[in-house]
């Protein structure tokens, strides 16, 4: 996202821009999949994103710029959630918002009574800590042992809170999610499940989204595996696949771990800075198998949460229902972290992806960054790793503003 939107950017202003890929799809698409095999009686192709991505206008400003102005289409996503606990009981059947929610299921279950007055009880606490300021200087972990009610059941936390959060917005393990800072995990959550607007999806897909943003882009390489830059007094030569290409100006938009080896030798300083940046693995399985979906099938919802004894709670989206009237007969989902075995004979792929992970550190490395950016001239670095907030399509797209925000300013100080 951050490549393709730093191209869309600068060809918009009139740039020659080239873009360097090494899948065989531009980034954002590299994860769409095809799953007509799972049609009866449909021509043509059925898309389906793994991971499914979302977003709204609240939390992900820049994106929703960005997809407006490219054409993207996008729309509200059914965001049913169901929560089930270790033992696969429904503990509640949700809606986002979740202050205007329409609580589908349990409603006279005492224990779904209780999770929801510790939900309210939580959100009030947490939106009283962003205004007075006291979510700035603590980690979500310290939040959660000093500022919640002792009162909130345990069953609050593991069977709801905390599968909410480390397998959705912030896809990590616990233990990772504790070392955030607290008011980017309670803002966040405000501007998704609280006051936040509707969650959306690009009606399209990724590829679509791609497609699009590439359009005014000079050269687009897929299958170009950029081994190693080199840089000269005048320009940046970039080698792949056994060729070199010259360039004014280089924008790296990998992760960080991955750009920190791409300018090992030629930036010796900013790699080691880049280096600095945490990643966790988070596996996605695609699968048929509905065992890991609530036993009812009245129960699905569009997101299927099931806590876990130890590590982290998984996600299950059923696909058919984050793609409305997707044609694939068969029911298809996508389990992030899965916590139970999944039949090995209903997987179609599994990956493992990366996220970065943000800690009380990170600030100071988004500082740091800054400053190379201020010293270097030719080479640039963007990604969802690069600007504040938590990893996401949005801060790919900050980072890519920031990025392009520069080279103008570089270049309109040349010119006079
Ligand atoms: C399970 C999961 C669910 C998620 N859900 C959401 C969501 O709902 N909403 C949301 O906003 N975000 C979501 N995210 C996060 C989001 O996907 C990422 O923040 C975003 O993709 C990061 O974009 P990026 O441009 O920084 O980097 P990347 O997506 O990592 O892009 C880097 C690109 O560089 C290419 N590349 C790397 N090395 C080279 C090389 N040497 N030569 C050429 N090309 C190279 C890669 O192939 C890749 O295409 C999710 C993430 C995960 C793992």
Known sequence: MAGLSAAWLLSRKGFRVTVFEKGANPGLAAHSRDFSNFATNFEGQIIGDVPSRMFNASLWPA???????????????????????????????????YDTVAILKNTFNPITRKLLSDLRAFQKIGLDALQDGSAEAITFGEFLK?????????????????????STVFTCPTIDLLRYPCDVVLDSLDKVSNG??????????????????????????????????????????????????????LIVATQANHASDLVASELPEAAAL???????????????????????????????????????????????????????????????????????????????????VVD???????????????????????????????????????????????????LAKATT
């Open 63 to 97: 994106v929703t710029k960005l997809y407006q102005d490219a054409g993207v289409d996008f729309a509200p996503v059914d965001h049913q959630q169901t929560f089930l606990n270790t033992a696969k009981d429904v503990r509640l059947k949700i809606g986002l918002p």
């Open 146 to 166: 000093t500022a919640v009610p002792k009162r909130s059941s345990s069953d609050f936390l593991n069977d709801f809170l905390l599968p909410a959060l480390t």
């Open 196 to 249: 936040g607007q509707r969650l959306m999806r690009t009606v399209n897909g990724s590829q679509d989204a791609a497609k699009r943003l590439l359009f005014d882009v000079d050269r687009f390489l897929c299958g170009t595996n950029v081994e190693s830059i080199s840089l000269r007094d005048e320009s940046v030569l970039v080698h792949a696949n056994g060729d070199s290409h010259e360039f004014d100006q």
């Open 274 to 356: 880049l280096a600095k940046f945490r990643y966790v693995d988070v596996p996605v399985v695609v699968h048929t198998d509905s065992s890991t979906m609530p036993n009812d099938k009245g129960d699905w919802g569009t997101f299927n949460f099931r806590s876990s004894e130890s590590g982290a709670s998984s996600c299950t989206v059923w696909m058919n229902r984050f793609h409305d009237r997707w044609p694939a007969a068969e029911d298809v989902f996508h389990t992030i972290f899965p916590n139970r075995k999944i039949d090995s004979a209903a997987v179609v792929s599994s990956a493992n992806m990366q996220r970065p």
């Open 360 to 410: 009380s550190n990170t600030k100071s490395l988004h500082a740091d960054l800054e400053m190379l950016h201020l010293k270097n001239r030719r080479i640039w670095f963007a990604g969802s790793y690069a600007t504040g907030g938590v990893p996401l399509l949005e801060s790919a797209v900050q980072s890519s503003h920031s990025v392009v925000r520069h080279i103008t300013s570089q």
